[in-house]
């Protein structure tokens, strides 16, 4: 946003109910300003200066509502970690534990990066750590770091690059550039990158918003990031034959595999994702002794870890993904699935709180266990062929698995996409090659009815 010379004053308001009890008001491009103090003749200081700045004919900027040369100094003082810092400090209270924690991830990789040229920390690891676990999680900072820690961020408070110099190219693609490297140098796979991305991408669009940059300087830069393969493979998606098959060597496991038969079931049969399969309550499930049944998904459990969260929680439920709060989504489920649901109760009951899968202490399912539990299915019943392809290779396949027969079985794309939970824009991105090949049946089908109107060829009249 342009700089502005639109600016307007008002007497200073006395507010005896605050602390700071003596507001400075005025406007910029007919936006309001304010700043309060804690005394009158503050309050007068502030005020003249800002006249008198305006008087001399300094343009102000209409988003801080600051002259141009206290916007530059801001610019010049404020460094990237104190900018990081602060959008975490802002953003904490009304974000989700496992959203903090993909903030301080995606800081903590970017923010050594943007440092002064040939600056270089003693141990990276010992800074990514602190960056990670103290500075950019505000539950931490209750206590203080580490000596070790300490030093890393002292160190990276002297060199922290400031944010006047985050607009060029260079430096830029030098803080993406790390986005694509592990700690220990190695690449970074690119869902991953493109996730930290977006993180830091949030930081700057808030910088943006305060006045710091005119506009996000991330937008329109060249830089190319790995290309994340977004669309499913087909090789890695079993067919109804091989789902039932290793089904079925899921229930044979002894411990915990007949308890996760059902809950593969439903990520299969239902499309559901693993968190929404975790929160899944008997209150939600409509299972009629025969024929179709119904489940009414409310939201999921996921696992954010307990230093990320208000009350020390290592589970956070959420509504259902991209949706409001008290969102609800209907899934119409077959039969067998209605069954093995209804089996399931059956022989293990529900937790106290509904809930119909749970582990042997009554919580939350872990991903590590029914990884664990998937894993074996696979060894046990998977030939060497199937095992190279790495067919179903985790869990989250047999959602893909789902969705895909959906569509090669003609149903309409848009209904895959509801009961799925996903956009249509999702489903065609992901699920391009199945929808080819629906749109190949469809053409088949169309052709065979053209056919059967097609006038009949040849005399048709006696000889």
């Not at 496992?98 to 010992?126: C, H, M, Q, S």
């Amino acid at each position: 946003m342009a700089m502005s010379y639109k600016v307007r004053f008002w007497e200073i308001r006395e507010r005896p109910d605050r602390r700071k009890g003596f507001e400075v008001r005025w406007t910029v491009g007919g936006r309001e300003k304010s700043e309060s103090y804690l005394t009158k003749g503050l309050a007068e200081s502030r005020r003249a200066k800002l006249i008198t700045a305006a008087r001399d004919g300094e343009p102000f900027d209409p988003q801080t509502g600051l002259p141009a040369a206290e916007l530059r100094d801001l610019k010049q003082r404020t460094t990237w970690y104190a900018l990081a810092s602060e959008y975490i400090e802002q953003r904490w209270d009304r974000t989700p534990g496992n959203t903090r924690r993909t903030l301080a991830d995606a800081l903590a990789t970017i923010t050594p990066a943007f440092v002064e040229p040939g600056a270089a920390p003693r141990d990276p690891r010992v800074l990514r750590r602190a960056l990670y676990s103290w500075a950019f999680n505000k539950k931490a900072w209750a206590t203080d770091p580490p000596e070790e820690w300490q030093v890393a961020l002292d160190w990276l408070q002297r060199h922290s690059l400031p944010v006047s110099e985050l607009e060029e190219p260079d430096v830029l693609r030098r803080g993406l550039d790390a986005l694509c490297r592990k700690v220990d140098g190695a690449a970074a796979a690119a869902k991953t990158v493109k996730r930290k991305k977006a993180a830091a991408n949030e930081v700057f669009g808030a910088a943006v918003e305060r006045g710091y940059f005119t506009q996000n300087p991330l937008n329109g830069l060249r830089w190319t990031a790995p290309e994340v393969a977004e669309e499913v493979d087909p090789d890695c998606v079993p067919n109804p034959a091989q789902v039932a098959r290793l089904l079925a060597a899921v229930r044979a496991l002894p411990g915990r595999g007949p308890h996760l038969y059902a809950f593969f079931g439903c990520m299969y049969y239902a499309g559901m994702r693993p968190a929404e399969v975790i929160h899944l309550q008997r209150s939600q499930c409509r299972l009629p002794p025969n024929g179709w049944g119904l489940l009414n998904l409310k939201g999921g459990v996921v696992t954010a870890g307990k230093e990320w969260t208000d009350n020390g929680a290592v589970h956070e439920i959420h509504s259902l993904k991209r949706r409001a709060a008290k969102a609800t989504r209907a899934v119409p489920i077959p039969p067998v699935l209605v069954s093995m649901l209804r089996d399931h109760m059956r022989q293990f009951g529900v937790a106290p709180d509904g809930r119909l899968f749970r582990n042997a202490a009554g919580k939350y399912i872990d991903a590590s266990a029914y990884g664990i539990t998937w894993g074996r299915a696979r060894e046990a019943v998977l030939t060497l062929d199937e095992h190279a392809l790495e067919l179903a290779k985790r869990p989250y396949d047999l959602r893909h698995a789902g969705i895909s027969f959906w569509l090669a079985s003609g149903v309409d794309p848009a209904e895959c996409a509801r009961r799925a939970g996903q956009s249509i824009q999702v489903l065609f991105r992901y699920y391009a090659k199945f929808l080819a090949e629906a749109r190949d049946h469809a053409n088949r089908l169309i052709e065979t009815s053209m056919r059967r109107w097609e006038e009949p060829t040849g005399d048709s009249e006696g000889g």
